[in-house]
Nanobody, 114 residues
Framework: QVQLVESGGGLVQPGGSLRLSCAASRNIFSINTMGWYRQAPGKQRELVAVITPGGTTNYADSVKGRFTISRDNAKSTVYLQMNSLKPEDTAVYYC????????WGRGTQVTVSS
């Protein structure tokens, strides 16, 4: 079974940048759409970005032009580069894989505050 482990979260000032990583215990990118979701306290989990097995990407309107999802097949890792961060980006960010089954990481906290 595949496991997903997020890392890279932390505290950053508005306008700053972070890069989140999602390490998969084995390479699943050829058969799974990978995604990043986020959930703020008291709010529903929402989609941030996805990348398909073919490399097509899609983003929530709120992060277009600021966030970039990518992957490194050799490292079995998916990334979320987050630039120009805003306080409303504060949330726990979760890595997701959708294929035969849906898998979730445990999340990494991102806090954007001055």
């Amino acid at each position: 079974q595949v496991q997903l482990v997020e890392s890279g979260g932390g505290l950053v000032q508005p306008g700053g940048s972070l890069r989140l990583s999602c390490a998969a215990s084995r390479n699943i990118f050829s058969i799974n759409t990978m995604g990043w979701y986020r959930q703020a306290p008291g709010k529903q989990r929402e989609l941030v970005a996805v990348i398909t097995p073919g490399g097509t990407t899609n983003y929530a309107d709120s992060v277009k032009g600021r966030f970039t999802i990518s992957r490194d097949n050799a490292k079995s890792t998916v990334y979320l580069q987050m630039n120009s961060l805003k306080p409303e980006d504060t949330a726990v960010y979760y890595c997701n894989a959708r294929g035969v089954v849906t898998l979730w990481g445990r999340g990494t906290q991102v806090t954007v505050s001055s």
